[in-house]
T-cell receptor, first 114, second 111 residues
Framework: NAGVTQTPKFRILKIGQSMTLQCAQD?????MYWYRQDPGMGLKLIYY???????DKGEVPNGYNVSRSTTEDFPLRLELAAPSQTSVYFC?????????????FGPGTRLLVL | QQQVKQSPQSLIVQKGGISIINCAYE??????FPWYQQFPGKGPALLIA?????SEKKEGRFTISFNKSAKQFSLHIMDSQPGDSATYFC??????????FGAGTTVTVRA
């Protein structure tokens, strides 16, 4: 089991460029999440999905989009990158609903927007 | 607005000492309180969790103390070891799937 995998590990973007952060899990989890982590701010939920074809906004969705066409994959799309999107992005998954399920995190993608 | 307030931001402890991290919340609907541990360059991983029907939970050298009336909970790391050096996040959730995280505490254990 690879768990939750994320690619790329690091990326530099220019302002206005777009990119897709990839996330995949092999645990057959229904729930998947995208967080961003900024220094001193903890983790903020960007988007989440409760199953293939179903997504919803978290706390900080502006500037991002997601899709969930399969159980395994949950890509995060950044359109028109801005310096404020410089952050570390974590994807996570959990077995089922309820905030009391353990969330399994990927290793993160460090993004720098210049 | 941070729904879970965590302190201190960082702490340094000698090997064998006790590390204490505190968290406070306002939303009385929260009913699950996990702690996540994150090593540099890695994603967070669940360390230990508690529900409000108990006041304390211990797993090895890690203990959560929970004070429902004060809306506070804390993580105690006993006999701290250099391998415990990491960032610790408290979190809280209601019956839905969304976790609200604290800002994190960086713990450094000096040998």
């Amino acid at each position: 089991n690879a768990g939750v995998t994320q690619t790329p590990k690091f990326r530099i973007l220019k302002i206005g460029q777009s990119m897709t952060l990839q996330c995949a899990q092999d645990m057959n989890h229904n729930y998947m999440y995208w967080y961003r982590q900024d220094p001193g701010m903890g983790l903020k939920l960007i988007y989440y999905s409760v199953g293939a074809g179903i997504t919803d906004k978290g706390e900080v969705p502006n500037g991002y989009n997601v899709s969930r066409s399969t159980t395994e994959d949950f890509p995060l799309r950044l359109e028109l990158a801005a310096p404020s999107q410089t952050s570390v992005y974590f994807c996570a998954s959990s077995n089922s609903g309820g905030g009391q399920e353990t969330q399994y995190f990927g290793p993160g993608t460090r993004l720098l927007v210049l | 607005q941070q729904q879970v307030k965590q302190s201190p931001q960082s702490l340094i402890v000698q090997k064998g000492g006790i590390s204490i991290i505190n968290c406070a919340y306002e939303n009385t609907a929260f009913d699950y309180f996990p702690w996540y541990q994150q090593f540099p360059g890695k994603g967070p991983a669940l360390l230990i969790a508690i529900r409000p029907d108990v006041s304390e939970k211990k797993e090895g050298r890690f203990t959560i103390s929970f004070n429902k009336s004060a809306k506070q909970f804390s993580l105690h790391i006993m006999d701290s070891q250099p391998g415990d050096s990491a960032t610790y996040f408290c979190a809280a959730s209601m019956t839905d799937y969304k976790l609200s995280f604290g800002a994190g505490t960086t713990v450094t254990v000096r040998a």
